[in-house]
């Protein structure tokens, strides 16, 4: 695979416990698995209070920072519909925002499925495989969790 020489920023909100971190880890770990140079930041916030929760993810040719620079973000997946206002200025013009109203919500099987749904709808927009992002999934979550997950991701990335 060719690596582009553009820097890709993708930006994920959230509210402490919605698995906002784990959708950056294992986004962040496919792309270093594609050949990537990846950074990633995040802010925790009042994460183990429902607080604000947000991370980056930075991955290209070579990538200086890990923080995405204001307004530069070319994807933002927001959580929960509550951060939107929070978030929207980091998008960049023409960028893409991802949020619940973007997946089939009424086939969420379980409420913490719900990162798995919105990291399928993101990795719906990269050239990946499915198999490149399970593996990194299933390695990622406890395996009882393994079948919904995968479901949850397959479902987010057909709704693109």
Known sequence: MKIMD???????AGLGGQGVLKVTDIFAE???RAGYDVKKSEVHGMSQRGGSV???VRFGKNVASPMVPEGESDYLVILEETQIDNNIHKLREG?????PASVPMD????PKALNTLMLGALAAHFDRSEAEWLE???ENLPEKVHQLNEDMFRLGKSSK
Not at 107 to 110: E, G, P
């Open 95 to 99: 960028g893409v925002l991802i949020t």
């Open 6 to 12: 553009k820097t890709i920023n993708v930006t994920v």
């Open 54 to 56: 947000s991370s980056e």
């Open 107 to 110: 086939k969420l099987a379980h």
């Open 30 to 32: 496919v792309m270093f």
């Open 136 to 138: 990194v999934l299933k």
